[in-house]
């Protein structure tokens, strides 16, 4: 079989020459895309979602441009619409980060703006007649898709999708379910609908901050995507690509079947990032001793590594403070607390959390907990309904080292 070498680039956003290919995961986005439905595309936060939608970008269907936009920092609906606009409607000077258009998007909507001379016009909302940001986007979305040939179709990935409405929700609840249904709206219109698809991206559940909005049923015409781990053989063949590439500090012969292995058994929950923190913690190791033979000792060392680097996880810890606070709060950490040192939790030890923090929603915070992938419900002893453990073990083994004492 032949490894193609890539480099070990923690924390970035996998491009062409350093992406592990997933056929399974792109295959099955194609098709979900292919069915002409909007998509939530959701998985935990470096789950590799990113990266898979630069990939799709960087190798497009004939019939479909891509558009990506990223607004985990936007905070108001004026501010989410402009940028929205703004990627559609620039020409060649993307200065912003956040926007990314691959070539053929580039050419795509460059025509579609060109058609009729100044068709599609610009994006305004506070000069003139006075506009919702919303109504003024739909007016130019609108115009945009009369350009749009039959046959050929604009994917417009958004990316953090849920975050910004979070964003949004905390200073104005209001603007932010506006924002959903207008979105609604969006989709709901028919000729744009007929040319234009978008593709929510999340790290976050947006079903949980859907809820807590009143607005649950806006977005229940989207169809969900999830983001799986690696298979064990993925995994094992990323692990090969990585230690192939010429700067990897150990020889890619010493990567055994029984060190792989044990990698794996380590990691268990084998998203590419998790290989990545692992082998590049090893890297680091062997290269500062100068080791150059693999043992399983190192292995654990390196993995202990990993627990001791609050940098790695703590977007995880950080993430509850701003979703929750006071007494969910504390409910939510003793939660984890106690699924961290005990492995697991139970639904009776959860409620009685529950009534000492006086959480009366209790549902559906643990259901918030499980669509953001800090744990998933598992079969519970006999007689005493559902458990619940951390769906990452190397995440669960940090949060006992870093959170829970
Ligand atoms: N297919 C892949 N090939 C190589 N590296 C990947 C791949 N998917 C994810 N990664 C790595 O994992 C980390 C998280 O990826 P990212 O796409 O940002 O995840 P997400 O968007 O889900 O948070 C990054 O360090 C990235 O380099
Ligand atoms: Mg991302």
New binding site residues.
Partial sequence: MMIKP?KN??????DKD???E?PRETKKLWDALASGEHILFV?P????????LYYLQDNPQEDKALLFLEVESVSSVEDFFSRLASALLHDDEYTSTSIRVGEKTRGFLKRIRSIGGDAVGKFEFTEGEKMLPHKAFERLLGRIVKNIPDGERLVIMIDEFAQAVQNIADKTPDDAKMLLLAHRELRQNRAISAKVQFLYCG?IGLEYVAERLGASNAINDVRTSHLQPLRKEEAES?IRSIVAHPAYSLAHNEFTDEIIAQILQQIRWLV??YL?ILLAELHTYTAENEVSRLSPDIITLAYNHVLSNRQYFVWWEERLRKAFKGDERAFVMAVLNAAATKDTIDAAEISDLAQKFSIEQHKSIIAALTHDGYIVQIEGRTGFGVSYRFVSPMLQDWWRNNVAH
């Avoid at 680039?9 to 996998?14: D, E, N, R």
């Avoid at 936060?45 to 898979?52: H, V």
């Fill in positions: 890539i680039l923690v924390g970035q956003t996998a350093n992406f592990f997933r998985a936060r470096r789950s590799g979602k990113t990266s898979l790290s990323m590419p990032y990545q």
